[in-house]
């Protein structure tokens, strides 16, 4: 038998409590928005769907991404504004960010009220403040 090395494979590390905390803070905000494990990381979803607003999550090379719903004119801007912002790869208005210790989170909140607005039915969208809106 051939003696093939097993490498292991690189492990995904888990959202710092300090990040959770501050997007917990920002779901609470809006209406109906619940709070769930995911296939790795944490998604916040719309209460009686399956649509996610959001979901965070560490890499395999130990970076932490959220990933979030956009405008189609916005992903193309975000895209061009490169780091840390991303096109997911999946889903024509998916968009991601890198979450550090440097993140904006008033930025971020911003970015996933839209994304929330966007997933959400009209009856709880109208339920959210949107400074500027």
């Not at 492990?11 to 409590?17: A, F, I, M």
């Not at 209460?47 to 916005?74: C, K, M, N, S, W």
């Not at 550090?100 to 009209?122: H, I, K, R, Y």
Request: hydrophobic share 40%; glycine share 8%.
């Amino acid at each position: 038998m051939w003696d093939i090395p097993c490498v292991p494979r690189p492990t995904r590390p888990d959202v710092p409590g300090a990040y959770l905390a501050e997007l917990r803070a920002i779901f609470a905000r809006l209406p109906e928005c619940h709070e769930e494990e995911a296939w790795v990381g944490v998604r916040w979803r719309v209460a009686g769907t399956t649509t996610t607003v959001a979901h965070v999550f560490g890499g395999e090379d130990q970076l932490f991404r959220i990933t979030f719903r956009a405008e189609p004119e916005e992903v193309m801007a975000f895209q061009h504004l490169g780091a840390p912002y991303f096109k997911g790869e999946w889903g024509a208005n998916v968009v991601g960010m890198l979450v550090d210790d440097d993140t904006d989170w008033v930025e971020l909140g911003e970015l996933l009220t839209d994304s929330f607005c966007l997933q959400a039915p009209q009856r709880l969208v109208d339920r959210v403040d949107r400074p500027g809106a």
